[in-house]
């Protein structure tokens, strides 16, 4: 008998409590799973009262026995989310693997569960083109969608290409009220005796204190209102009698004046503005009952129709909830990753009600990831700085080889006749066009989709384009930097006063001219010059702590911005600099930094228009971790830089160049290419060889051998 099972026994017989034994493994959704599709699946089990875990696994069975994991040992995880996708050696193919869990309690640690097999079978993803996946969001013409795209929203699609993969659009978080999705609740409500009449108000999300929220009514399109309203806040101590309303007595006599709802309801909080009489609320995705019913009748009807969801307005935390606090989830359980781990726990309950799924979302973006894929529906445009550019490839490519399809949307410039919110740059369409492809090949894999349009996605599948159908062949290494300048810096005085944080002529504890917010602290051990930085430790995923300084700059003029950023551990959408609120500015974008990297210098340039007051502002932004900043500067004139990122395939080069503050002419560098090649224009026409190029900032390429 296996030292584990010889511990538990003797536990046992010595009296001791202990943890149960986790109960229901799952191994990607199923018992026994020897057709696992994922290269990094999700191990689920269910264990009440979970503190922690330790899952571990094996190539044979005995080794489990004896609490070893030779491919895959996580430790003591301190989560009471019952769910880890692997991260250890990559999985054998074919191969039979074995897999347990211990998890603790408030008693201690619990015994193993016994041993459970799967094997591994990665899924193959259908595609029209060896070297290249399409997917389309929305659109109207079947025919066009069936010839070009391999993975659409459009369930008729199948009907045409019975190969493509379909995914309907659906909404998880969310609640339009009135809605067939909430008098379907409403009779699942009925049905299983959780009200007499409505939908119970627990499973809505509430704000706990009055929150002012300004929201488009109608469709979110450009032309529409935006309406202010205070939403009030619901706190039961106001109810003193405890009816489950506050009358005019308890009113006049609040002992929470920040709390103005008479009653749980008024304080739901809205995401949507519809109309009257229709408005759309965030759902309490943590009340087990609205879980069942999201997993077992709302989204069965779609996946009748199609292969699969994408489910929209997935953040991992609280969608609208604005910093504010919240009825079902306080801004310290907020930070603590409740809401997240939430909407882990309906996803993860939809996947055991449809192991056969495919299960995508909206910037969906957590480890354990729980579902199949990502829609990055704003992933690129041509005008983000390089560092912004550069932190969407890597999420990309490290997503790829964790086996998750990606769906990598490319915003086209602003043309009227497809969207109201592209980017305004001064490029035709063709030069944009081949931007965003190349960026697609920088980080494209396995699992990754390309696309284009932009919100409303008006003839999205219009806008294919020639290029795309041109065979590459495979890749042959992964995106590196192909040609590199150190950058020519203006040379003129820096505008911030102190970008290194030193001067504190007050003694307010804080440096001058700086609006610093919480948890920013002055760390004199790291730093990159000077006597001390600006750090920040973030312990929340929700920190977006805006430190900032007001500056007046000259209209229509170009200005350089550069900052020393150090990260440890961050995750998100980074620690962030950046330049905000110059009515009319060109360029900018913000300076990104994530993962853990020692002191690199960020710099993007930028234009004002008519509006010359605005703000420098550092943050870290939805993650945990720290980050440093020293050393900020804000310089008139555009810094000369020049990197080209570079991706080999068997047929041909991929070549990007992010935009580094003009768009003209004048910014084009000549790049020595490695052999005679033929640049390939949009329409998907070669080129006569060439052994060089130019390049201009904002340009991207994509060369035929």
């Known amino acids: ?3 584990l099972i010889v511990l538990c026994l003797c536990l046992h017989t010595c009296g001791l409590a202990v943890a149960a034994t986790p109960t229901g493994m799952l191994c990607e959704w199923r018992a026994d799973n020897m057709a696992v599709p994922d290269l990094c699946p999700e191990f689920t089990w269910q264990a009440p009262g979970q503190a922690a875990y330790r899952v571990i696994v094996a190539t044979a069975e005995q080794l489990v026995r004896d609490g070893h994991g030779d491919q895959w040992d996580t430790g003591r995880v301190a989560t009471p989310l019952p769910i880890a996708e692997y991260a250890g050696t990559p999985l054998p193919t074919g191969k039979t693997c074995w897999w347990a869990v211990q998890t603790w309690d408030d008693r201690g640690a619990g015994p193993f569960c016994a041993p459970q097999r799967f094997s591994l079978k990665p899924r193959a993803l259908p595609h029209k083109r ?19 795209y391999d993975l659409t929203f459009h369930a008729k699609a199948r009907q045409t290409d019975p190969n493509i993969i379909t995914v309907t659009y659906c909404l998880v978080a969310t609640l339009v009220v009135p809605s067939q999705k909430a008098k379907d609740l409403e009779q699942f409500c009925l049905e299983k005796g959780l009200s007499q009449a409505g939908i119970p108000e627990r499973m809505f999300a509430h704000y706990a204190k009055d929150t002012p929220v300004k929201l488009h009514v109608g469709a979110e399109r450009a032309d529409r209102p935006i309406e202010e309203r205070v939403v009030p806040g ?18 006049a006599q609040r002992a929470n004046a920040e709390a103005g ?9 809205p995401i949507y503005y519809w109309g009257p009489p229709a408005d759309d609320y965030v759902m309490n995705v943590a009340d087990p009952d609205y879980q069942e019913f999201i997993a077992t009748r709302y989204v069965s009807a779609f996946l009748e129709k199609a292969n699969g969801l994408f489910i929209d307005t997935t953040p991992a935390t609280v969608p609208a909830g604005r910093g504010s606090p919240l009825v079902e989830f306080s801004l310290e359980a907020q930070g603590d990753g409740a809401w997240l781990r939430a909407m882990q726990m309906i996803l993860a309950r939809i996947k055991i009600a449809h192991p056969d799924a495919i299960v995508t979302a909206n910037g969906w973006s957590a480890t354990p990831f729980v579902i199949d894929g990502v829609e990055w529906e704003n992933w690129l445009h041509i005008g983000l700085s390089e560092s912004q550019l550069l932190q969407r490839l890597e999420t990309v490519t490290k997503l790829d080889a964790r086996g998750k399809i990606q769906m990598c949307q490319v915003n086209g410039i602003y043309d009227p006749e497809y969207g109201e919110f592209g980017v305004k740059a001064p490029v035709n369409m063709d030069r944009d066009r081949l931007f965003g492809l190349a960026a697609y090949y920088l980080a494209a894999g396995e699992y990754t989709y390309f696309g284009r349009g932009q919100h409303p996605y008006r003839k999205s599948e219009n806008q294919w384009f020639g290029a795309a159908d041109v065979d590459l062949g495979r890749p042959t290494e992964a995106m590196r930097v192909f040609h590199h300048e150190e950058p020519r810096e203006p040379g003129a005085a ?5 970008g290194g944080f030193e001067q504190d002529a007050d003694g307010d504890g804080n440096p001058d001219g700086w609006e610093i917010a919480e948890p920013v602290a002055l760390d004199a051990q790291v730093k990159h010059g000077g006597r001390q930085s600006a750090r920040i430790d973030s312990d929340s995923d929700i920190i977006n702590n805006f430190s900032k300084l007001w500056l007046d700059l000259k209209p229509n003029t170009a200005y350089t911005l550069s900052a020393w950023i150090k990260t440890e551990g961050i995750g998100g959408q980074g620690a962030q600099v950046y330049p905000y609120g110059f009515e009319g500015m060109v360029g900018g974008g913000f300076l990104v930094a994530t993962g853990t990297t020692d002191w690199r210098r960020y710099s993007v340039t930028f234009t004002t228009g008519a509006g010359t007051h605005g703000r420098i502002s550092f943050r870290v932004y939805g993650t945990k971790g720290a980050a440093w900043f020293d050393d900020l500067a804000l310089v008139e004139g555009m810094e000369s830089s020049v990197t080209v990122y570079g991706r080999s395939f068997e047929q041909g080069l991929v070549l990007l160049r992010p935009f580094a503050g003009g768009w003209g002419d004048d910014t084009a560098k000549e790049l020595p290419l490695p052999a005679p090649l033929r640049p390939l224009s949009a329409d998907g026409a070669p080129g006569e060889p060439v052994t060089k190029l130019l390049l201009r900032s904002g340009e991207g390429a994509v060369l035929l051998r």
């Not at 290249?132 to 013409?141: E, H, I, M, S, V």
């Not at 709802?261 to 739901?268: G, I, K």
């Open 261 to 269: 709802a008479r009653e749980l309801r008024q304080a739901r909080i």
């Open 1 to 3: 008998m296996g030292r």
């Open 234 to 251: 619901w706190d039961a101590i106001n109810d003193r009698n405890g009816d489950g309303r506050v009358d005019d007595a308890e009113f």
């Open 494 to 498: 820096n505008l911030i006063a102190d």
């Open 130 to 148: 060896p070297h290249l996946r399409a997917f389309l969001n929305f659109g109207d013409d079947v025919a066009v969608i069936a010839q070009h």
